[in-house]
Structure formats: structure tokens, C-alpha cells
């Protein structure tokens, strides 16, 4: 089945920087594209970041553009999100989670791990 | 960006009740309507895409109906496990954007 294991989340400074990590199992990760969709407390879902199933595209929020960077080791089953310049609106559960279409991008999250906290407090 | 809305922001329900929960696209975005289910901290999980079509596994009280800017999800007869919030989200274009979310609460 289906498994995306989030890890990496902490407390940071604000203008710190973390890197998130998301191990995948049970499908072949190397054919799907990739999204970050975070989650601030009590608050909705916001998505992130997209990366194409073997890296040649990436899409960011505007929100965090120039400052996350979404990448992928298809070797390793492995995806990430570099986090930069971190600030306190940063501050969320962050999901990693697989899209529907096989070498493509439909924007359709079918499988979520089950995310990790940052956050970002002095 | 799309802007999606959704209403009403919370709901309260009974075990047996019919559910209607509303979700409008600022814009016209065909059928590119998803939908969610999320459990206190608990990841989201897929309910229906393109607007009504069922995820494997979703049991059939759940259906979703509508195209261009109107959407709906429906709930036929409320289970004590459907007590949750549900989320929309388009996937017509980029960035895909979210709902603000119905928590459904028992009654």
C-alpha cells in the first residue's frame, strides 16, 4: 500500500532554515509527481510546491517562492522541501502528498503522509 | 489565483441526516473540483475528484454533483465516522487552491 512518511519538522528561528524530507513506499515514485501543501494551526489547507515525477518542472505559492525549494531523488524514494528565510507565517503542519497522474500533473492529491510540524519561533 | 468558498463554515448534524455542503470557484473551473476529508490530526484523505467521481474504497453515501463554479457534496445518511471537516479544491489551474473548509459536528 501506499505510504508517504514525512520527516525533518522542528522549532527554528525566524530567517532559519529546515529541510523536510518524505519517504514513499508501495508505488512507483519515480512516475508520479510530488506536492507540499502545509497546514498553520486551526487554519486550512495551503499548497505549496509541485515537482513533475522526474524534477524537469517545479511550481511554488507565491507565499513561499524565492525561498522553498522543491526536490526529488527518485533513487532514494525521496522527496523534500528545502525551507529558507523561514518566517513566523511559515509556521504549520506541512504534507507531502502524491498526485493522481502517472507522468503527469492533475493537481489531484490522492495519498497524504501524515505530516510534520514546523515552527518558526524565537 | 482561483478563490474557492465554501458554506457553510460549520455544520451540525445528526446520525441518519442528509448533508449538503456548498463550494464555489471564483471563476469557471469545469469539473476540476475535488473533494476532502480530514479527521483531527489526521492527514486529508480524497473523497471525489473531477466533481462527482467516487475514490475507491469511499463508501457510496458520499456524492458530489456540478460543474463550472457551483459545487456540491452530499452525504445521504450521516455515519458516526463522517463527523469531520471537509474541504474543496481546484485542480483547473495553477496554484490549486483550497476551500476554508466545513466541520461537520454532531448534533
Known amino acids: 500500500q501506499v505510504q508517504l512518511v514525512e520527516s525533518g519538522g522542528g522549532v527554528v528561528q525566524p530567517g532559519g532554515s529546515l529541510r523536510l524530507s518524505c519517504a514513499a513506499s508501495?508505488?512507483?515514485?519515480?512516475?508520479?509527481?510530488m506536492h507540499w501543501v502545509r497546514q498553520a494551526p486551526g487554519k486550512g489547507l495551503e499548497w505549496v510546491a509541485f515537482i513533475r515525477y522526474d524534477g524537469s518542472n517545479k511550481y511554488y505559492a507565491d507565499s513561499v517562492k524565492g525561498r522553498f525549494t522543491i526536490s526529488r531523488d527518485n533513487s532514494k524514494n525521496t522527496l523534500y522541501l528545502q525551507m529558507n528565510s523561514l518566517r513566523a507565517e511559515d509556521t504549520a503542519v506541512y504534507y507531502c502528498a502524491k498526485d493522481v497522474g502517472i507522468y503527469g500533473d492533475y493537481g489531484v492529491l490522492d495519498y497524504w503522509g501524515q505530516g510534520t510540524l514546523v515552527t518558526v519561533s524565537s | 489565483d482561483i478563490q474557492m468558498t465554501q458554506s457553510p463554515s460549520s455544520l451540525s448534524a445528526s446520525v441518519g441526516d442528509r448533508v449538503t455542503i456548498t463550494c464555489r470557484a471564483s471563476q469557471s473551473i469545469s469539473s476540476y473540483l475535488n473533494w476532502y476529508q480530514q479527521k483531527p490530526g489526521k492527514a486529508p484523505k480524497l473523497l471525489i475528484s473531477t466533481a462527482s467521481s467516487l475514490q475507491s474504497g469511499v463508501p457510496s453515501r458520499f456524492s458530489g454533483s456540478g460543474s463550472g463554479t457551483d459545487f456540491t457534496l452530499t452525504i445521504s445518511s450521516l455515519q458516526p465516522e463522517d463527523f469531520a471537516t471537509y474541504c474543496c479544491?481546484?485542480?483547473?489551474?495553477?496554484?490549486?487552491?483550497f476551500g476554508q473548509g466545513t466541520r461537520l459536528e454532531m448534533k
Open positions: 479544491q481546484q485542480s483547473y489551474s495553477n496554484p490549486p487552491t
Open positions: 508501495g508505488f512507483t515514485f519515480s512516475s508520479y509527481g
